[in-house]
C-alpha cells in the first residue's frame, strides 16, 4: 500500500489547549450524568410533578456545562489544526 502524497503533520498541542481539553472532559460529566439519570427516569415522568420539573431545570444547567466543556474541546483542537497548517 502506498503512503498518501500529502500527509497531515501530527497535532502538538501547547500546554493551555491541553488544559482546555482536559478541563472541556470534566465538564462533559455532569452532562452524562444528567443524561443517564432522565433516561433512567422516563418511565416517572408526569408534568404535574413538582419535583420533576426542578429536576428538568437542573439537567438543563448541567446540559449548559456539557456545552461549554464541548466548546473548550472544541477551541483547543481548532487551535492546533490551524497551527499545524
Known amino acids: 500500500m502506498s503512503e498518501p502524497d500529502n500527509p ?16 472541556g472532559v ?8 444528567s443524561l443517564v439519570l432522565a433516561l ?3 418511565s416517572e415522568w408526569r408534568s404535574s410533578d413538582p419535583i420533576l420539573q426542578a429536576l428538568a431545570v437542573l439537567w438543563a444547567l448541567c446540559f449548559v456545562v456539557s456545552g461549554v466543556g464541548i466548546t473548550l474541546i472544541w477551541l483547543a483542537r481548532r487551535n492546533a489544526r490551524r497551527r499545524a497548517s
Open 8 to 23: 497531515s503533520p501530527p497535532l502538538q498541542h501547547t500546554g493551555g489547549e491541553i488544559a482546555m481539553i482536559l478541563i
Open 26 to 33: 470534566v465538564l462533559l460529566l455532569p452532562g452524562l450524568c
Open 40 to 42: 433512567g427516569s422516563m
